[in-house]
Structure formats: C-alpha cells, structure tokens
C-alpha cells in the first residue's frame, strides 16, 4: 500500500488484567467485561497524527450469545488506545424519502421478475415435453432421424450460445479495488447504492425502537473507531468517497454489518462480545472492507449470472423428465448444487478477502493486530461452552472461527510490517495469542482437577498464572 498519511495510535502499555474462568458461576463474565474495557476508552488521551510513509455482508454468529458466556479477557496486550483523534463521522438520523415516480434499481427489478423467469422456464419445459408425448411413434421417428441428419448445425447453435455466455461473462469482469482480483459486476455501483438506500430505510423502521442515542457511552466508542479506521486509510479513494454513519443497535445478537452507502450497524450484542478495543477495531475494519470491496455487488451479479444459466437447466429438467413430481425433485437437487457448489463457497472467498483487507485497515490506524485471530478463538470456545451444534463449513456461508483463526494468523506478519510501515507505537505486553493460549491450558488442568475423585476445592475465579511480560 501506498498511502499519504497514517493515523498515529498509542495501543502501548503494560498487560495485567488477563483474567481467566473455570467455575460455571464465572461464566456470567464473558459479556459486560468487554463491553465495560471499551468504554475506559473515553477517559484517556488524545491520539497523535504522526505519518508520512508506505503504507468490508456481516460478522455471524448461529446465535446470541448469552448472557453466561465465558470471558477470557486475552485483550491483556496493553492498555486500552488513548482517546481517538477528532474525526468527521457526519451522524444522520433523518429518513430520506425517493421521489414519488423514481425508477426502482435494476438489481431490485431483477429481483422482482426473478419468479417469473423460473415460471416461464417451468412451463416451458413441461410444454416441451408434453408435446412430445403427444407425437406419434412415426413422427418421433422422423424428429429423431432430422436431428441426428443435423447435429452439426444443432452443434453449432449451442456452442455459439456458450459463446455469448462466455463473452458476457469476460466483458463485465473488472478488478477488485486494493486487492486488484478480477470479479464479475453485472450490477453497476449507483444501482447498489440506490438500493441500499431503500434497505437502509427497511432497517431503519425495524431497529426504531431500539437505536442508541449519540450521547451514549457505547455509541461513542463505536462512532470513534469507525472514525479512526476511516481516517487512517483516507488514502484509499473507495474509503474517503464514502459518508461512514453510525448507528448501534440495543440488540443481544452478535452481529454487525455495513451497508454499500457507509451505513454502519452495531448490536450492541457484539459490544459485549469483543474483549478490547483492538478486536473491535478489526471487526468493523471487516465490515467496512464488504463495502469497500463492493461485495453486495459482486455477490449479486454471480448469482443473477449463474440463475440465468440454470434457467437452460431448468427448462431441461422439466422436458426430460417423465412426470411432474421427478421435475420438482430434479428441480430442487439442481438449486442445492449451485447452492453449495457455487454460492456459500464463494460467500467465504468474499469473508476471507474482507478478512484480509479489513486486517490491513487495522494495521493503519495502529491497532494491535495480533487480536484479531483471538476474537475467533473467543467465539469458538464461547459456542462450545453453550453446546452450540457445529455445521460443517460447506454448510455456512461463513468460514469456521477455528479456520477463519488460522486464516488471520497467517497474514498478522504482513499486517505488522504495514504498521510498521505507518511509524505506529511498537506493541508492547505479550502477544494475545499467547496469553489466550496458556488461559486455554490453565483452563484445561483445572477441568481435569475438579474431575479427580482426590481433588481440592479451590476458587477457580482467580487464577495465580505468572505471565510472560516483554
């Protein structure tokens, strides 16, 4: 990356407050610790502008997580950053309204005759192939006899058809901004843009009751991130061109997402969830990347591309197969298999590209980036202490926390050296991963003691670890 300037941001300081539960009455910990750390970070400091070198769909969770989830506070990597540098988050909370006679978005039309096309494939191939069972044997005969004295030029008009895919296909491709991947765009970005808006709105009306206000603590900190990411990668054309407004949601879920017209929403069930400012920082970094990338766009002009494809095999299945109810099932195994062939794998490149990018927005703005694979750790053990069934990855449209873990700490080398490159505070206190993983091994022998038939009673709430300190 080349960039003109970067955001200084203080994250030094020496580590204390790793914590580390074994009881089940320690689990009620885990939300409130978090969210509690985070709003330390409106008494501290002011951050310092000091470079001048090199330099976004949703975080899921099956469910919320309750209220006696486990808190392994591993944000013991320094103190919390100092008080965030005075940003311009212009804060909008009126509705706008489209014109009374406003044309809808070409995705939305697409959207809407979408059933329509699947209808007339359907009835067309059951026209097909109930005009076949009408023929005669002899006039079969002769169709047949026609088509096999033809199949060069039959040949020749079905290649020329894949022709036209594969030309369509290659002149809409364009090249993904900051990671420069060649990805199909049907849909154009002010059509994505128009229709944000009207989902903004939807939100909007649904979340009216439960917004907080902008004197709140939380929105506060939120407003502060999102305002430092933005600013630290003002370089990049795609994050200055866009108005980043925030709103945070009363909300247990585990959930953020950014809309591709920078509208931001927070659950403040996430608040809870992350453990320092660090995690946070990364997770909208994340979110703010899908909108970057333009991934709404490039994830509906793949599925509007593959669904008329499918419209060909639709129309097949329903001609060639002998009764109604072997079409509806052949129909049905046809859509799984682009389903899960096709569409949530391609779901997960799209999270492990804003994975990425969202790392490297983090690295700008200073933050610690060895916290972000920790967060995912948090999540798989917060879902395994609540019982949570695990689903194979082929079964999500979301990498697994444990793969999405080892993803992140794959490129955490590379996101150090841009925070170098940016002249940010060395990090100081030890590594996060570390201390998560010897809270994992001390959680591990106390498990193990408490089932011993011999073992002492001894309060778990308070473990005497001497942790490492750099």
Known sequence: YTQDRCQRLDLSGNTRNCFL???????????????????????????????????????????????????FQSSSVGQLPHNFYAWNVQIIRSFRTSPSFQAAPVPLFWIIVKPAQKLFAIILGRSIRNWWKALPPNKRELFKESARKNKWKILLGVSSLGVLFVMFYFTHLEETPITGRARLLVFGKEHFRELSQMEYDMWMEEFKSKMLPET????????????????????????SALKWVIHVVDEPGVNAFVLPNGQVFVFTGLLNAVSDIHQLSFILGHEIAHAVLEHAAEKASLVHFLDFLSLIFLTMIWAICPRDSLAVVGQWIQSKLQEYMFDRPYSRTLEAEADKVGLQFAAKACVDVR????????????????????????LSTHPS????????DRLIPEAL???????????????????????????????????????????????KLDFPHT
């Not at 970070?41 to 951050?47: A, F, I, K, Q, R």
């Not at 506060?220 to 991130?225: K, L, S």
């Not at 990668?233 to 795609?238: E, L, M, S, T």
């Open 21 to 71: 539960t074994g009881s089940p009455d320690s689990y009620r910990n885990f939300t409130g610790k978090g969210q509690r750390r985070l709003l330390n970070v409106l008494n501290t400091e002011e951050y310092k502008n000091s470079c001048h070198s090199l330099g976004r769909f949703c975080i899921q969770s099956s469910q919320p997580l309750r209220e006696n989830t486990t808190s």
């Open 216 to 239: 709140d603590a939380r929105y506060q900190v939120v407003e502060r991130v999102v305002g430092h990411l933005s600013e630290s990668n003002k370089d990049i054309p795609q994050v």
């Open 371 to 394: 916290a972000s694979s920790v967060f995912w750790q948090q999540m798989e053990l917060a879902e395994t202490i609540q019982g949570q069934p695990k689903l194979p990855e082929w």
């Open 401 to 408: 926390h444990e793969n999405r873990a080892e993803h992140l």
């Open 417 to 463: 050296k841009i925070r170098e490159s940016c002249n940010c505070p060395s990090l100081s206190g030890p590594d996060p991963r570390l201390i998560f993983k010897l809270n994992m091994q001390h959680l591990l022998e106390s498990s193990k003691d408490q089932e011993a038939p011999n073992s002492t009673n001894r309060d778990l709430s308070k473990p």
